[in-house]
């Protein structure tokens, strides 16, 4: 959040539950948000149903080389520089995460499909690419499962 939303803009919590709300609330504190503008409990469905949902796929590293020889795109590596020493996949884009936030980052054309380390900042990124109208593949898996499948250069 801290890199995504500008400090200070309004701020709506969307949870299931309280503990959601609670847990988040914990983590916004961390970032220097004391609280947020509003906050709603219960199922999106029902929290917003007139409002548009769009989705895109979803995969893990195991269905990345058969993806993508059915498919043109890029990966795209959103791990900061420093995590990349441990491993990349050696065909994968690198742009960070915060540099997806500045218009003048060059993105390839095509379908970009989006890593992280866990999937947290992937989800992310996919996200903000997906509202940029570009198509998405989000790859929600741990590049401890990449490293297993012998994916990884170093």
């Known amino acids: 959040l801290g890199w995504v939303v500008p400090f200070g803009a309004p701020l709506t919590l969307l ?4 503990a959601q709300v609670a847990q988040a609330q914990r983590q916004l504190v961390r970032i220097g948000w004391d609280r ?14 007139a409002l548009p949902r769009r989705t895109y796929p979803s995969v893990s ?13 890029t990966v795209i590596d959103v791990r900061r520089e420093d995590e990349r020493a ?11 995460l915060h540099a997806l936030l500045d218009p003048a980052t060059p993105l390839p054309e095509g379908t970009l499909w989006v890593h ?3 999937g947290f ?9 997906d ?8 790859i929600d898996d741990t590049m401890d499962h990449a490293a297993e499948l012998e994916l990884l250069a170093s």
Do not use: K
Request: aromatic letters at 4%.
């Open 116 to 118: 992280c380390a866990s």
């Open 15 to 18: 949870a299931s539950d309280t």
């Open 61 to 73: 590293f195991s269905d990345l080389p058969a993806d993508l020889s059915s498919q043109a795109g």
């Open 121 to 129: 900042r992937a989800s992310i990124a996919a996200s903000l690419l």
């Open 36 to 49: 947020p503008d509003a906050v709603a409990v219960g199922p999106i469905e029902s929290l917003a149903p």
């Open 86 to 96: 441990g491993g990349y996949l050696p065909d994968a884009v690198h742009i960070p």
């Open 131 to 138: 509202r940029l109208g570009r198509q998405v593949v989000l």
